[in-house]
């Protein structure tokens, strides 16, 4: 797990998944959930994920369309992830 900066992207894409520490979302559904910018949730979920604070898997690729990248709390972040959220 790599520290992070309290920033207000990343605390606001993680106040989302600790809502909901099973779910997961991908970064449309969390968009939709935070500022409606595509780019806002895109960037700071990446790097979340990256730091070991998020959990990703792809969706089904034999489904029609564009597979996506779905995201959730990593479970053994989710003390990490509070205090991000708590700076």
Known sequence: MSPLP?????QQVL???CKHPDAWFTVN?????????RKCARRPT???YA???LLRWISDARKPGRAEY??????DAAQH???LLDA
Do not use: M
Not at 6 to 10: G, K, V, W
Not at 29 to 37: A, G, Y
């Open 70 to 75: 779905q995201y959730r709390l990593n479970p």
């Open 29 to 37: 559904e969390l968009t939709s959930k935070l500022i409606r910018v």
């Open 81 to 83: 992830a509070h205090a």
């Open 51 to 53: 730091a070991g604070y």
């Open 15 to 17: 106040a989302v998944l």
């Open 6 to 10: 309290a920033s207000p992207q990343y």
């Open 46 to 48: 990446v790097e979340l």
